[in-house]
């Protein structure tokens, strides 16, 4: 119908369809492939055993292809030629030859197993007949041990090349390299450069400049460990078939272990150490020319250490290690999740925001206003004017007229209140036949308006409050997500730290996770199995971790949590606070019923909050005032609201929360216990006195309370506290005491009461205030003392 063609079924064979290699013979890798195989086979161990050049052969047909292995083979015969090994090298070189020869016969299904097993057969006839013609021209048990023995080296030397030889290759690209892979890379590198042999430049072994300048780059990279497994692998296969191999052994060992405890230096100390301490044990030697060319040897690789890239051979070295690369993988898997965690939030943040701005879109606009009066003069108009007699006169030929009439009428009731007819405008009295009902029903539909308005407006206040909120808690989300994707670091290192003391004290743990918070702090959370209630997390936790970190740690207010099941606890330590604080309290009521309300106490991880609310008047309508807007502090300030926010949303609640006027004081401190530094925040509240030594500072603020109009002016007053301070804050009743002096009496009761007590200093100023009050409270009375020091 539609002209397409309808193809068959048919079924489809997968074939398998071989690559051609391309091989290019001068490329990087090729060239290091193939000088490797060169320098292995010259490579002779127990001064009649080179199992190495067959090895590597083995391991490059199990890893690259049948043509890479077929020149392979080429570069192993050129090895073995250059060994210069008399009947070793021709029996070798047999070997490879007819191992060569079978390369293209053998079958990809179980290639390595069949190439391996006729490459020992091979290799061990090859050996023995060699051995028959060149040496005894008999089979003694001696030489068919030997070829065997060479044998069994070749094919365990073979598997240790099988992990070597992918690094040579494009096909595979390894990130991580486990334990045992970097010990076998070890071990390929130590019989490469063994294969330099005898070779010498101006009397110097290029074998050990090489060796050198291996162990010196391992241990300024990686540390002492690696420095000191390296050079003592290096020292024993270079030296394997040398009699001085424990000389070597020791040098290079002892050398890449002193260098790679100076890596955190830079590398000139690094080489100057390096040096030195192979020269002590050359002149502790045997002291003869060798040893003395091994220092000399030693100082030429320093040399050639400190002429290469750093970042180059860094990034080179650093892939052996497995450790750090999982750490470095889970560093970027950390980062990768904080990403996501950041663009989610920030979503979420930026939906909120979108939200609060539309609920505080202003709804009201001078249209509407116009709109509103006109409906009112309608009404008016239908209610009184639709039955009279002269309506077609006054809304008819004098509609202006008549219109702006009743607008000046309202105006004057909204001006007086409720009026007499002599009182209404001249233009309304004179010539409405109706001036009695107009000027009633004037005054009912005016005073339904501003009902209807008062409530609208609380209704637009309640969604600025919700506003108000939702933006705070964006703005909460957004700080979050600075803190997670900025601020926040893991500390695997740390980690490490905090494990070797914990084993050294013998404290079990399953987890432990390290980071510093956005503050710069500590924080590191334990998971380990319940102490049944011996509160080792701190008894014994916090002393461990303080001593490793060099810093007091301390359990956080949570404590430990114990999950569901009861088989797993967690627990956090956090820095110690650098500060204190003490706080002492004495209030007085005028009623039975206090209307001041108060707080005092940590808000967080160091943060220390003290607030005094003064509600209007006193009694319980007072304490209802104050109560709600410390409550609402409290909370707010806790669960992370910016003070603006906390403060804007309190001053909202306390303007819908009665249709009566009503106002609370707040008188705000926040204490930064890790800096001493403290933030006053004063609306409508009496002054606070810091108190210094003998000296007193006021801090004033001339802000209204909140709860009077719809928007809080705040007031904010920095202050750096020094160790001994003492922070004296006063609801108004004090203040107000004596009308005379007003503060002044308050500052100089501080100078003359010298006592370190917080509480006798609070005692002290009510009764001074009671004093001038005599028998008769005019209001009541709060007074909160607050004395910080330095703990460390």
């Known amino acids: 119908m539609y002209k397409d063609d309808i193809l068959p079924y048919k079924r489809v064979v997968e074939n398998n369809v071989k690559t051609r290699v391309n091989i290019n013979i001068f490329s990087l890798r090729y060239l290091l492939l193939f000088l490797s195989a060169v320098l292995v086979s010259r490579v002779v161990i127990l001064n009649s055993l080179m199992p190495f050049g067959i090895s590597f052969l083995i391991a490059s047909y199990h890893v690259l292809s049948k043509a890479e292995a077929f020149f392979v083979a080429i570069f192993v015969v050129l090895g073995y030629v250059l060994s210069f090994q008399k009947f070793l090298s021709f029996s070798h070189i047999a070997t490879v030859i007819i191992l060569t020869l079978f390369i293209p016969f053998i079958s990809e299904n179980k290639k390595v197993y069949k190439f391996s097993l006729i490459a020992f057969l091979i290799n061990t006839v090859s050996n023995m007949l060699f051995r028959y013609f060149y040496i005894s021209l008999d089979f003694i048990p001696y030489d068919i041990i030997v070829a065997v023995f060479e044998s069994v080296i070749m094919l365990a030397s073979a598997y240790i090349f099988s992990y070597g030889i992918p690094f040579y290759s494009n096909k595979q690209t390894r990130r991580i390299l486990s334990k045992e892979e970097v010990i076998c890379f070890i071990l390929i590198l130590a019989i490469v450069v063994s294969g330099f042999g005898d070779i010498n430049i101006y009397g110097f072994s290029l074998r050990n400049i090489i060796t050198f300048l291996i162990v010196i780059c391992f241990a300024y990279t990686e540390g002492t460990s690696m420095g000191a497994a390296v050079g003592i692998t290096m020292g024993v296969v270079s030296g394997i078939s040398d009699s001085t191999m424990h000389v070597n052994i020791g040098i290079f060992g002892f050398a890449g272990l002193i260098a790679g405890v100076f890596k955190d230096f830079n590398k000139f100390i690094v080489a100057v150490s390096f040096v030195v301490s192979s020269a002590m044990l050359s002149f502790y030697g045997t002291g003869s020319v060798a040893l003395n060319n091994l220092m000399l040897e030693s100082l030429i690789a320093a040399a050639i250490f400190m002429l290469l890239p750093t970042k180059k051979f860094q990034k080179i070295t650093s892939s052996l290690d497995g450790d750090k690369k999982i750490i470095e993988l889970q560093k970027s898997y950390i980062e990768k999740v904080k990403g996501l965690m950041e663009i989610r939030l920030s979503s979420m943040s930026n939906t909120l925001y979108g939200m609060s701005s539309i609920l505080q879109e202003n709804i009201e606009n001078e249209l509407s206003k116009k709109q509103e009066i006109n409906g009112l003069v309608e009404k008016i108009a239908d209610r009184v004017c639709a039955n009279c007699d002269c309506k077609s006169i006054c809304w008819g030929k004098e509609l202006y007229y008549t219109y702006d009439s009743i607008l000046e009428l309202l105006r004057t009731i909204e001006k007086k209140g409720i009026i007499s007819t002599m009182e209404m405008p001249d233009s309304i009295r004179r010539k409405c036949i109706r001036p009695t009902e107009i000027m009633k029903q004037s005054v009912h539909l005016l005073e339904i308006m501003r009902l209807n308005n008062r409530w609208r407006k609380k209704l637009i206040n309640s969604r600025m409050i919700l ?75 916090e002393k461990a971790v303080s001593r490793a970190l060099g810093t007091k740690m301390v359990v956080d207010s949570s404590g430990c949590k114990i999950n569901e099941s009861k088989t797993m606890c967690q627990f956090r330590l956090i820095e110690a606070e650098t500060y204190n604080l003490v706080t002492a309290v004495a209030r007085a009521s005028k009623e039975s019923i206090s209307g001041d309300s108060y707080y005092f106490g940590n808000i967080g991880e160091g943060r220390y909050m003290m607030a005094i609310s003064d509600g209007m008047g006193s009694g319980r309508a007072a304490n209802m005032e104050s109560n709600t807007t410390i409550a609402l502090l409290e909370k707010l300030m806790e669960a992370g609201f910016e003070r603006n926010t906390a403060l804007k949303a309190i001053n909202s609640v306390l303007v819908l929360r009665s249709c009566d006027e009503s ?130």
């Open 663 to 792: 106002f609370a004081t707040v008188d705000m401190g926040l204490i930064d216990l890790y800096s001493g530094i403290g933030e006053f925040i004063k609306i409508g509240a009496a002054p606070t006195f810091i108190k210094s030594g003998r000296e007193v500072e006021v801090i004033k603020s001339s802000a209204l309370p909140v709860g009077i109009l719809d928007d809080v002016d705040i007031e904010s007053h920095i202050v750096e506290f020094r160790s001994g301070d003492m922070i004296v804050m006063v609801s108004d009743g004090v203040v107000d005491s004596n009308e005379n002096l007003k503060e002044k009496w308050v500052v100089k009761a501080l100078k003359e009461f010298d006592s370190g007590n917080p509480k006798d200093v609070a005692d002290y100023i009510l009764n001074k205030a009671k004093e001038y009050y005599g028998n008769n409270l005019k209001d009541d009375m709060t007074v909160i003392v607050s004395k910080i020091w330095k703990t460390s």
């Open 467 to 541: 506003a108000e909120q939702i933006k705070g808690i964006s703005n909460i989300i957004e700080t979050m997500v600075k803190e997670t994707s900025n601020s926040i670091e893991f500390r695997n290192d740390i980690e490490e730290e905090i494990a070797v003391e914990l084993d050294k004290m013998g404290l079990e743990f399953d987890n432990v996770v390290a980071l510093k918070n956005g503050r710069d702090k500590y924080e590191i959370t334990f998971y380990r199995k319940p102490c049944r209630g011996k509160n080792l997390c701190v008894k014994e936790f």
